[in-house]
Nanobody, 118 residues
């Protein structure tokens, strides 16, 4: 069974940085996509970034381009979201997500709270 555990959230002042981690267990996929999502109070969950394992293509939401960077350590089955120049509007619960291409699978972590104070 695949389990994802996020960590690294917290309270930070505007302009600060945080690095989120997503550690996976039970993970033996060959073809997958790693995504980071966030959900602010009263808002729908939105995609922040996505990385494809097939070719390493990486995508970012316009709102975080140039400030957030995703990376991974395949040997540790751990992925990271480096968040710089944080803004109060980045405040949300952040989730990592793994989508397996085949057999189709969709896995979510429990989320980690990020709060950016002004």
């Amino acid at each position: 069974e695949v389990q994802l555990v996020e960590s690294g959230g917290g309270l930070v002042q505007a302009g600060g940085s945080l690095r989120l981690s997503c550690a996976a267990s039970g993970f033996t996929f060959d073809d997958y996509a790693i995504g980071w999502f966030r959900q602010a109070p009263g808002k729908e969950r939105e995609a922040v970034s996505c990385v494809s394992s097939s070719d390493g293509s990486t995508y970012y939401a316009d709102s975080v381009k140039g400030r957030f960077t995703t990376s991974g350590d395949n040997a540790k089955n751990t992925w990271y979201l480096q968040m710089n120049s944080l803004k109060p509007e980045d405040t949300a619960v952040y989730y990592c997500n793994v989508k397996r291409v085949w057999p189709v699978g969709d896995y979510w972590g429990q989320g980690t709270q990020v709060t950016v104070s002004s």
